[in-house]
């Protein structure tokens, strides 16, 4: 139920889900995790190549800890609605929200990133609801 709809496959959710489990040690909330960017690429827009490129920039993010520039290029092309939802939950706003978030992120706090994505990914807000209207059409 939660890979219901477009990019992402039942292959490409379980490959995310390996590769996050190995980075962080913990298949549950690597599950949630390959859920909630699910949730995240769906509720932006993002097509299947678009949400290859964006996982393997998110999985490189998590296991090196660094937010580098080419990676964060790539999740801002393909996931702008899920990081603006992002910062505005860390207090950032306006049209700088995300350049703000990706400062405080460079300094190396990915699990910000990571934890932030989580919450908005799979709890009952905005980027899920965004998600399920994205299914329907």
């Excluded at 350049?99 to 799979?122: P, R």
Aim: hydrophobic letters at 40%.
């Amino acid at each position: 139920e939660g890979i219901d709809g477009l990019p992402t496959t039942l292959d490409g959710v379980v490959s995310t889900t390996q590769r996050l489990a190995s980075t962080t040690g913990n298949l549950d909330k690597s599950v949630d995790t390959t859920l909630a960017l699910n949730n995240a690429l769906i509720a932006s827009g993002a097509t299947t190549d678009q949400t290859a490129r964006a996982t393997d920039q998110y999985v490189k993010i998590l296991s090196t800890g660094k937010v580098e520039a080419e990676s964060w290029q790539t999740l801002s092309e393909t996931m702008s609605f899920a990081l603006k939802e992002v910062a505005g939950s860390f207090g950032f706003a306006g049209d700088s929200a995300t350049n703000d978030l990706y400062s405080a992120l460079k300094n190396g706090d990915t699990a910000s990133l990571y934890n932030g994505l989580l919450a908005l990914g799979i709890s009952k807000a905005v980027v899920p609801y965004q998600a399920f209207l994205y299914r329907r059409i």
